[in-house]
């Protein structure tokens, strides 16, 4: 094959861009940000951490095409995949903090230099034959490849080495024949687009699509029914791909700012569709196709339709768009979701004015009635919306009332009951039974059909307020082994609180029969016979140590709102506990404690833990207690 057929180089390019994809959506949106929770990187040191990505990959798109040192695209592209290589082997080792901010910068670094340089050069790779509809090939495969659910299922290790593996592929495609060098006037012809309107248009989109993103990654009732399950994967893998064959077409055939509005109204009616988690499915069809329709033209933009006729006035509106547009705009519609849970219908409608008004205008130029009409229809329907019904709608709900709605809205019915089944253990550990009358008078039950976390019909007489918001921030440090994912984003609103208000309120009658129950509870005499002290430390640890040692991690986050800050227990006092009097009291009382907590206080229990579990960390503090000495 001659060098300047540029078939090869075509190729080339498909595989380029859709390697970058795979890498940024898996590795830096995904593994990465797997890793950093497995290493214990959370809150301000993850905003840390995420902003020296930010900032690396800011300041490498402007400077990407100012840079001499490498002046050749083609070095300039593999020193952006060696980066990115070297980041991903980097994030496998166990990073500390300094080290965590290090990496994430050089994730961003290679990505700025490896997207700029590619978006400006994209002929290169693809040559002169259908470089558009290689470019939408390549977004497309990206897509597809990310959502196959070997990979995008696998561990965190497993998708950081894929993405090294695929930069070392990167690596390799740039060393095949390249084609020969084309005209710098060579673009695909398209109705003249003010450069500052690309980058508004792109802006708000990727906005758009990031705020969206973070709220379904982050809310399980979302993911279940976009991201989970293969049938769900391969579904939106198959819809990137059609769309980004189909983006290519359009492009081509309607124009840049057809493919934009087309993408705005596929994103946009998917947010406002994410405010209703009964129609996330619906959701989950248009989301993929808007992303994939603004992605092919963020990547064909600098290269093949910008009319510009040198290479660095390319690279420079390149460099802003993926500076701006890219990371600004991922970075904000991210903080959007993470504070607010949703999208605002009304930024929904700002963005829309940014990406339609312009063509709506020229379409209304010469139709001033026609667009009287529209602007009098859409002022009305604002207003109705917004001042009519609010004041003569339906009443306004009460913080329990709203509390259920972020129960159902968040899908908690889905790893936890509200139905103790009665004549079981369950009415020990999670309080009485309730009849079915009392069941048939909630609209709708919300019963449960699974349990992977306690049943919580009764939680408002088992755990405090402050329990249970500590709690929503870091499950696994205050409930020993959970696997309940953190609800820290609630708290950005009213959300959060209103949750733990019903939560609070869900205590029904028969609660002070249950607490005499479970003063008389006694370990079995099999489970004292087995307990084990060294194990009784362990499970301390675990379970308690968070508020019951000096440098414990919910001691010292919440130590200002205990009603009772937690004595340390490895030096005392040891209250609500008789320290006199048979060592079997001692220790049924410490049973006590450890199995249902102590009412009035922000203790909890740890009702599911087994009864030798219990008595073996009664045995420990007992013995702890006693080499202290009982007076203390």
């Not at 995008?152 to 090294?164: E, K, M, R, W, Y």
């Not at 489970?527 to 140590?545: K, P, T, Y």
Request: aromatic share 8%.
């Amino acid at each position: 094959m001659s060098r300047g057929d540029g078939r090869q180089s075509g190729w080339q390019g498909a595989g380029l861009v859709a390697i970058t994809y795979v890498y940024f959506l898996i590795f830096a949106q995904f593994a990465f940000l797997k890793r950093l929770a497995s290493l214990g990187v959370a809150d301000a040191h993850l905003k840390a951490v995420m902003a020296a990505m930010a900032i690396g990959g800011i300041l490498f798109s402007l400077l990407a095409p100012r840079l001499s040192l490498w002046p050749s695209p083609t070095l300039r592209l593999r020193v952006g995949l060696l980066a990115s290589d070297a980041a991903a082997l980097l994030s496998l080792l166990p990073l500390g903090l300094a080290a965590s901010v290090a990496v994430s910068f050089l994730i961003g670094c290679g990505l700025g230099l490896l997207t700029v340089t590619l978006a400006t050069h994209l002929r290169q790779w693809t040559g002169n034959r259908n470089p558009l509809l290689l470019a939408g090939l390549g977004t497309g495969a990206g897509y597809l490849v990310c959502n196959l659910p070997p990979l995008f299922t696998a561990s965190p290790d497993v998708q950081a080495s894929a993405a090294s593996l695929l930069c070392l592929a990167g690596i390799c495609i740039t060393l095949l024949p390249a084609p020969t060098p084309l005209k710098e006037a060579e673009i695909l012809p398209q109705a003249a687009v003010p450069f500052l309107r690309v980058l508004a248009c792109f802006a708000a989109l990727v906005w758009l699509d990031s705020a969206a993103f973070c709220i379904i990654q982050n809310t399980p009732a979302l993911k279940a029914g976009t991201w989970q399950g293969s049938v769900h994967l391969g579904t939106n893998g198959l819809l990137h791909l059609a769309a980004a064959l189909v983006s290519a077409w359009l492009i081509r055939r309607r124009g840049l700012s057809f493919v934009l509005s087309a993408a705005f109204l596929a994103l946009g009616f998917s947010c406002l569709l994410l405010l209703d988690p009964d129609r996330v499915l619906l959701a989950s069809l248009f989301y993929p196709i808007g992303v994939s329709l603004y992605s092919v033209a963020l990547v064909a933009y600098p290269s093949l339709l910008a009319p510009v006729s040198s290479a660095a006035e390319r690279g420079r509106q390149a460099g802003w768009i993926y500076a701006i547009a890219g990371w600004s705009g991922s970075a904000m519609g991210i903080g959007m979701g993470q504070n607010l849970g949703h999208i605002p219908p009304t930024f929904v409608i700002a963005a829309g004015a940014v990406v339609l008004l312009p063509g709506l205008i020229r379409a209304f130029s010469h139709r001033t009635r026609e667009l009287g009409l529209t602007a009098f229809v859409v002022l009305a329907a604002f207003y109705v919306d917004r001042v009519l019904l609010p004041v003569h709608g339906s009443p306004q709900l009460s913080q329990v009332e709203r509390g259920r709605q972020v129960y159902i809205s968040e899908g908690c019915i889905h790893c936890h009951s509200q139905y103790v089944r009665p004549n079981t253990a369950d009415v020990l550990m999670w309080g009485p039974a309730e009849t079915i009358q009392e069941l048939r008078l909630q609209h709708p039950p919300l019963i449960g059909n699974r349990r992977q976390g306690p049943d919580l019909s009764q939680v408002g007489a088992r755990r405090s307020a402050l329990w249970l918001r500590a709690h929503f921030y870091d499950p696994p440090e205050v409930s020993g082994a959970s696997i309940m994912p953190s609800y820290a984003y609630l708290f950005g609103d009213e959300r959060g609180n209103d949750l733990v208000a019903y939560l609070e309120g869900l205590q029904k009658a028969g609660t002070v029969e249950h607490l005499v129950a479970e003063m008389s509870w006694r370990p079995s005499a099999s489970a004292v016979a087995a307990a084990d002290a060294s194990d009784g430390e362990r499970l301390f640890q675990r379970h308690c140590a968070t508020c019951h040692s000096v440098d414990g991690r919910t001691r010292h986050a919440w130590q200002a709102s205990f009603r009772r800050l937690p004595p340390d227990l490895r030096v005392g006092p040891f209250l609500d506990l008789p320290l006199s009097g048979p060592l079997a009291l001692r220790m049924d009382r410490l049973a006590q404690i450890a199995k249902f907590g102590i009412p009035g206080t922000d203790m909890p229990g740890h009702e599911y833990l087994s009864d030798q579990q219990i008595a073996s960390i009664s045995v420990w503090l007992s013995q702890h207690i006693a080499q202290l000495g009982l007076n203390r």
